[in-house]
């Protein structure tokens, strides 16, 4: 499948902003077997002083943009074609969580996509007990690791309700799971945070979700906006794996990824420095458009 992808992220300042420095993370991703990146462009609007495209510590695409000159708002905006590689239902061969702990413990690799890196506390990721405790219910029964991700992941979507005016993008997976809502950002949270606890290492994904369902299917919540899921490593024979905690489903080709991270902070769509004082807000708007759709 390949889509056409088009972001705008707009910044509105209730002043003049004399000096902008962004990192911003929105351009997908080149996955062997399984996406790959066709063509790209991000600009912003006013033009930036400079732009220097690079790659962080986890590979994902990072645009640093600096603004010098008064503006009253900014824009980003990133145009990509991606096609998305069909993928077989894999045949689940992970090991129990045990056995997954025994496999962690003999690994040396400490590459970006090494599992070492994302088992503990991050600085969005705490282990709060009252959602270990619900975890390790959901995974009691469950035989391998990739069962544990998939129970725990359809708990979530079946307890949990979508709420896009619950919570804000600083709220606490705490809170969330306390009030049993939020969006995207607060479902991957809770289920990273989760399967942390059960010692499954888990990244959050950032990406986007096709904005228009298959035929005679409902529309997945979500797709108005970047989206967020949660990658799961189970064992050296299956790798990592994907959940969609908010649709409870498998990740397919409906999903574009951008980036992975610890959590939201590393993946951020964009994070900077002003020198401005007032408020200031931000719009989002996303379509991802099947080429075949034209």
């Known amino acids: 499948m390949i889509y056409d992808i088009r972001l705008r992220l707009t910044h509105f300042y209730s002043g003049s902003v004399g000096f902008g420095r962004h990192r911003v993370r929105v351009v997908p991703l080149d996955i062997p077997l399984w996406q790959k990146v066709l063509s790209w462009k991000l600009e912003g609007d006013p033009v930036p002083t400079e732009q220097l495209d690079e790659r962080d510590f986890f590979e994902n695409h990072s645009s640093f943009l600096l603004h010098n000159a008064p503006h009253a708002q900014m824009q980003i905006l990133m145009a990509a074609r991606v096609e998305r590689l069909v993928q077989q239902v894999r045949q689940d061969v992970s090991p129990t969580i045990i056995g997954l702990a025994a496999e962690i413990a003999s690994l040396r690799d400490l590459s970006p996509a090494s599992p070492h890196h994302f088992l503990g506390p991050s600085e969005r990721i705490t282990m709060p007990a009252d959602l270990t405790r619900y975890a390790r219910k959901e995974a009691a029964s469950t035989s391998s690791s990739w069962a544990a991700v998939q129970s725990f992941g359809a708990a979530l979507h079946r307890d949990m309700r979508f709420d896009g005016s619950a919570t804000t993008v600083d709220t606490s997976l705490e809170e969330a799971f306390h009030h049993r809502h939020g969006v995207c950002q607060d479902f991957a949270h809770i289920m990273i ?95 991802v458009i099947p080429v075949d759709a034209y």
Not at 198 to 227: C, K, N, W
Not at 253 to 263: A, E, L
């Open 193 to 287: 945070a989760g399967l942390r606890s059960l010692g499954i290492p888990a990244r959050y994904v950032s990406g986007f979700l096709r904005t228009e369902p298959p035929e005679g299917q409902a529309r997945l919540e979500g797709a108005d906006a970047m989206h967020a899921w949660v990658s799961a490593w189970c064992g050296a024979r299956m790798g990592w794996v994907e959940y969609d905690p908010t649709n409870g489903i498998i990740v397919g080709t409906d999903h574009i990824t951008v980036g992975y991270g610890r959590d939201y902070f590393d993946v951020s769509p964009i994070k900077g420095v002003l020198r401005s004082s007032g408020q200031s807000s931000v719009a989002q708007a996303v379509d």
